[in-house]
T-cell receptor
């Protein structure tokens, strides 16, 4: 139990579907992150939210749309995805984005498959 | 340009022996380094970290060594146990370079054989 919960754990969708990934943290943290992990590649940071404000968007295509309604919840809205978007999507949280070196706590991820 | 590299995709070690996982970085502005462990179907979990003002940090069976001049760090696991079999990621951070972000390597898969 890491204190970060992601749902669903697995998702299969067609390229024309719209779906959302959900992340919830119970650690009282102020920063939340979305990462993409493809096979044999480093974790790629997609978005960072600090105190519900987006502070980082790493050139992510607009078919991925994040939402952070409060400091405990983070969503990733998906629409018209491509087959190369199939990957493990990880959510993480940390106490503060402004404190260097503190560990981020990860959820178990959503395994996304695009047909 | 990959700023954090783990050049060994896999490592196999006998139970009870030492496991040494290596990581190299290119950005001299990094000043904090972390190691994560990841089991299949789970997210990465934080293992141990080291600040650039130190050259060694120890926590039980896990020790991380930092060589700033070589821009190299390593994780030593002694003695290795079958439960240590997982993918290990190193990550780097630095306020002046990447602020609160973590830059990850591509991981090394450790297999500890009984």
């Amino acid at each position: 139990e890491t204190g970060v919960t992601q749902t669903p754990r697995h998702l299969v969708m067609g390229m024309t579907n719209k779906k959302s990934l959900k992340c919830e943290q119970h650690l009282g943290h102020n920063a939340m992150y979305w990462y993409k992990q493809s096979a044999k590649k480093p974790l790629e940071l997609m978005f960072v939210y600090s105190l519900e404000e987006r502070v980082e968007n790493n050139s992510v295509p607009s078919r991925f749309s994040p939402e952070c309604p409060n400091s405990s919840h983070l969503f990733l809205h998906l629409h018209t995805l491509q087959p190369e978007d199939s990957a493990l999507y990880l959510c993480a949280s940390s106490q503060s984005f402004d404190r260097v070196g503190q560990p981020q706590h990860f959820g178990d991820g959503t395994r996304l498959s695009i047909l | 340009d990959q700023q954090v590299k783990q050049n060994s995709p896999s490592l196999s070690v006998q139970e009870g022996r030492i496991s040494i996982l290596n990581c190299d970085y290119t950005n001299s502005m990094f000043d904090y380094f972390l190691w994560y462990k990841k089991y299949p179907a789970e997210g990465p979990t934080f293992l141990i970290s080291i600040s650039s003002i130190k050259d060694k940090n120890e926590d039980g069976r896990f020790t991380v060594f930092l060589n700033k001049s070589a821009k190299h760090l390593s994780l030593h696991i002694v003695p290795s146990q079958p439960g240590d079999s997982a993918v290990y990621f190193c990550a780097a951070s630095g306020w002046l370079s990447v602020r609160g972000k973590l830059i990850f390597g591509q991981g090394t898969e450790l297999s500890v054989k009984p």
